[in-house]
């Protein structure tokens, strides 16, 4: 059974940085593509970066592009946000997930952890 959990969510000021973290649990890690998304009160959830399992490919929201990072550490099974420049827009829970190929869909991911906060305050 894979385990995905977050950390790293915050209250920050308007243009602040913050990096979240999602360690899994499993061998299946080092084979997957993973992906962090978003959900704001009251809105659904939505794509925010992907990142296919060697790290040779990503995908961002229009949105973050230029500001967030994805990145991978697989011998510590982690992948990572690097958020800066936050705006207050980027306030939501932000979760983790797995998937067998990078992708942009939600709907496509086998896995999820209980995600994390990141609160930006103008």
């Known amino acids: 059974q894979v385990q995905l959990v977050e950390s790293g969510g915050a209250l920050v000021q308007a243009g602040g940085s913050l990096r979240l973290s999602c360690v899994a649990s499993?061998?299946?890690?080092?084979?997957?593509?993973m992906g962090w998304f978003r959900q704001a009160p009251g809105k659904e959830r939505e794509f925010v970066a992907a990142?296919?399992?060697?790290?040779?490919?990503?995908y961002y929201a229009d949105s973050v592009k230029g500001r967030f990072t994805i990145s991978r550490d697989n011998a510590k099974y982690t992948v990572y946000l690097q958020m800066n420049s936050l705006k207050p827009e980027d306030t939501a829970g932000y979760y983790c997930?797995?998937?067998?190929?990078?992708?942009?869909?939600?709907?496509?991911?086998?896995?999820w952890g209980q995600g994390t906060q990141v609160t930006v305050s103008s």
């Open positions: 997930g797995m998937n067998p190929r990078v992708s942009v869909y939600q709907s496509t991911y086998d896995y």
């Open positions: 499993g061998r299946t890690f080092r084979t997957y593509a």
């Open positions: 990142i296919s399992w060697n790290a040779g490919t990503t």
